[in-house]
């Protein structure tokens, strides 16, 4: 394999709705993966595209597979009240929220061009979020065995991360 592919496609997507997104991210990683399938079998090298995808959604609540659905403290009444939606992810982690003025980044990458370590990968966008909020001039940090990112005590990124294939979605 060719491991200096590091070229990244930027899409920003707006305003989005959750499932839609969600679809495309599927198409996406459908793509890379038929690609490392097709360069196994045919013992060719075509190289596998990397995305980044920026998108706002509408009001959201997403439980990843390892999450309770009991941890989702607001009703259903107050869901349809602002226009929420609730949808159970195959993704880890449990209820994270996203809404208008969030800016939320899925990268589609296949680490396979990169490296093979879920844990590695988790810290470097853990780093990229640290490195951002010190851009912006805030102190932002890990919490010693947790996944995220923390300005002081208030979670201000949250990491829900799935990997087949060595390709990154969510």
């Given at each position: 394999l060719d491991a200096m592919n590091k070229n990244i496609q930027f899409q920003d997507l707006g305003l989005k709705d959750y499932k839609a997104t969600w679809k495309y991210q599927e198409e996406l990683f459908k793509e890379i993966v038929g690609l490392k399938i097709q360069n196994r079998r045919e013992e060719t090298d075509?190289?596998?595209p990397n995305y980044f995808l920026f998108v706002e959604h509408p009001h959201v609540y997403t439980l990843g597979k390892s999450g309770d659905a009991?941890?989702?403290l607001a009703s259903e009444d107050f869901l349809k009240a602002v226009n929420a939606t609730y949808v159970p992810i195959d993704r880890g982690g449990d209820i994270t929220y996203h809404g208008p003025g969030q800016l939320v980044g899925y990268p589609i990458l296949?680490?396979?061009r990169h490296f093979t370590d879920l844990h590695k990968y988790l810290r470097f966008l853990e780093e990229v979020m640290i490195s951002v909020c010190a851009d912006y001039?805030?102190?932002a940090g890990r919490k010693e065995k947790l996944t995220g990112v923390w300005v002081g005590e208030e979670k201000i990124c949250a990491l829900g991360v799935k990997a087949s294939r060595w390709v990154t979605i969510h």
């Open positions: 075509l190289e596998t009991g941890n989702l296949d680490l396979h001039g805030f102190e």
